[in-house]
Nanobody, 113 residues
Framework: VQLQASGGGLVQAGESLRLSCASR???????MGWYRQAPGKQRELVAT???????NYGDSVKGRFTISRSNAENTVYLQMNSLKPEDTAVYYC?????????WGQGTLVTVSS
């Protein structure tokens, strides 16, 4: 299993980014998610999406971020709008099944004020 995250970069506050997480194997049976870790802080939930499309968001991103999935493409997306400097972090893709998590490498998002 390999999860390849991409789409990070440097943006200004208020701008948007779209992250992608491509899997080399099928994701259709798995809950997928995005987490982030800022320097000196613990990894925190950004968003998850279940196999049926049900979503869950961290409080700090509700209304600004949208997670989606394409099982046909084995890819999970994170649309990030109205970015804030406090969104600066390394964003990690997660595959979860019955309590077992698999993590991809992160992609760095930097939001300047």
């Amino acid at each position: 299993v390999q999860l390849q995250a991409s789409g990070g970069g440097l943006v200004q506050a208020g701008e948007s980014l779209r992250l992608s997480c491509a899997s080399r194997s099928s994701i259709s049976s798995y809950r997928m998610g995005w987490y982030r870790q800022a320097p000196g802080k613990q990894r925190e939930l950004v968003a998850t999406i279940g196999t049926g499309g049900n979503t869950n968001y961290g409080d700090s991103v509700k209304g600004r971020f949208t997670i989606s999935r394409s099982n046909a493409e084995n890819t999970v997306y994170l649309q990030m709008n109205s970015l804030k400097p406090e969104d600066t972090a390394v964003y990690y893709c997660q595959r979860w099944y019955r309590g077992i998590s698999y993590w991809g490498q992160g992609t760095l998002v930097t939001v300047s004020s």
